[in-house]
Each structure stands twice: as structure tokens, then as C-alpha cells.
């Protein structure tokens, strides 16, 4: 079990490596030129998405939504591989 946590604390770590390496390539984009105004923006939106990922998008996820990127069971299964693959009950339409 420890093992499995130590996963998923490399995975959030990982995560958030990510969002920081993105937010230093957007101050790199203002020596190539790029408008201030846009780089604001694009830190603001990539803010607003950890932000989405840390907190609401957990309490979206269920194992049966009609929401595809909100099922759990859809986003954990292969199409490619039928050992991964999962029958739904419900639709993703919505």
C-alpha cells in the first residue's frame, strides 16, 4: 500500500513540475516578442486550470457519468487493448 502512495505522490509531484516548467517557458516567450498583455492571460488560464485539477475536478469524477472526461471507468479503459476495456452502462453524451 505505502508503494502505491509514493505513486501517487510522484504523480502529483510530477503534475506540478509540469505547471511550473509552463509557467517558466511563458516568461521565456517575452524575448521572443510576445505581448505582456498575453502572457498575463496565458498564466491566468494555466492557474485556473491547475486550480480546476486540484479542486473541482475530483468532485466531477465518478465511476458512471454521462460526461466521458468526468468517467472514470471510460478514461481508465483501452479501446486498443481488450483486457483494459470496460462495458459502460450509460452513454457519454453530454
Known amino acids: 500500500m505505502r508503494k502505491s502512495l509514493a505513486g501517487l505522490d510522484n504523480f502529483s509531484c510530477d503534475g506540478s513540475t509540469a505547471f511550473d516548467q509552463l509557467r517558466s517557458l511563458y516568461d521565456e516567450l517575452a524575448t521572443y516578442g510576445v505581448k505582456p498583455e498575453l502572457i498575463v492571460h496565458l498564466k491566468e488560464d494555466l492557474h485556473n486550470g491547475r486550480s480546476y485539477l486540484k479542486l473541482d475536478y475530483r468532485t466531477h469524477v465518478s465511476h458512471s457519468s454521462r460526461i466521458a472526461d468526468h468517467c472514470s471507468a ?6 486498443h487493448n481488450a483486457a483494459w476495456q470496460k462495458t459502460y452502462d450509460h452513454e457519454h453524451d453530454e
Open 74 to 79: 471510460f478514461g481508465l479503459s483501452d479501446v
